[in-house]
């Protein structure tokens, strides 16, 4: 595992897929500001890298991906530093929402505030099957914010209410039914299930998968009219590169 800095570790594989470990963050993973200063500079670097097919985020522990932010800390602020702290956070969130690749976030164990606003930020969620889910905020006397916002147009807003003002763990099977994770994956399947995934998107062309992604981004804040006609655009530039010509013809050539 190459160390980008002490808090963001990758792996290379020839196929163009990269898993970035997050490291040196507790037995569960917890976010303090180092360390999500170091995975935001982590991904922010590896976002240049046209190379990459699809980005896969873990946790170094093999209890959680992120298990949320550092109580510990945020104990501690004023309200300029709780500001400033979740700015942090926030900024860490944009950068996996904005990460030019597909980017899966694989999940074991404990998911909570913090790291499930991380993971909400990802494309593609996968548990494991004993994996738990919460937003634990107001229990300890701060609403949950920044990227909790994505929550009512994952799972809805009544969803969504509860899991942020009761502050109520799910299971797995819960978050698969509610559509907070895409699979949840059998007893001991979690890297299996994340591979089939890894499967299916390295089966499609890059550069269109990298314009759906940024397609989608702006689908979720435009309005449906806007949306359809920004499409036009998008759909006639993928034309500028040879994935449509190669990859109809390789269709063409199959159906015969």
Excluded at 2 to 25: E, F, H, K, S, W
Aim: net charge neutral; with cysteine.
């Amino acid at each position: 595992m190459q160390m980008l800095n002490p808090y963001c570790g990758v792996d290379r594989d020839p196929r163009g897929v990269v898993r970035l470990t997050i490291c040196n963050a507790g037995s569960l993973n917890i976010l303090g500001s180092a360390a999500i200063k170091g995975v935001r500079e982590g991904l922010e670097a590896l976002s240049t890298d046209r190379q990459i097919r699809v980005l896969v985020i873990a946790g170094q522990s093999p209890k959680s991906m992120i298990g949320g932010a550092d109580i510990k800390e945020m104990a501690k602020l004023d309200q300029a530093a709780a500001e400033k702290f979740i700015t942090g956070l926030r900024d860490l969130c944009e950068a996996v929402r904005a990460f030019p690749a597909p980017v899966i976030a694989r999940m074991p164990g404990w998911c909570l505030g913090g790291g499930l606003e991380v993971a909400a930020a990802c494309d593609f969620r996968i548990a494991a099957h004993d994996a738990r889910f919460g937003m634990p905020e107001v229990r300890v006397g701060i609403p949950s914010v920044i990227h909790a916002a994505l929550l009512p147009r994952l799972i809805g807003w009544g969803r969504a209410r509860w899991l942020v003002m009761t502050a109520e763990n799910i299971d797995a099977p819960t978050a698969l039914a509610w559509g907070l994770v895409d699979v949840a994956a059998p007893e001991g399947g979690l890297d299996a299930a994340v591979e089939r995934t890894v499967a299916a998107l390295l089966e499609c062309g890059p550069e269109a998968l990298r314009s759906q992604k940024a397609l989608l981004r702006q689908w979720e804040e435009l309005p449906l009219t806007e949306s359809v006609n920004l499409s036009i655009g998008v759909f006639g530039r993928s034309f500028l590169t040879d994935e449509p010509h190669r990859l109809m013809q390789g269709f063409i050539d199959r159906k015969r």
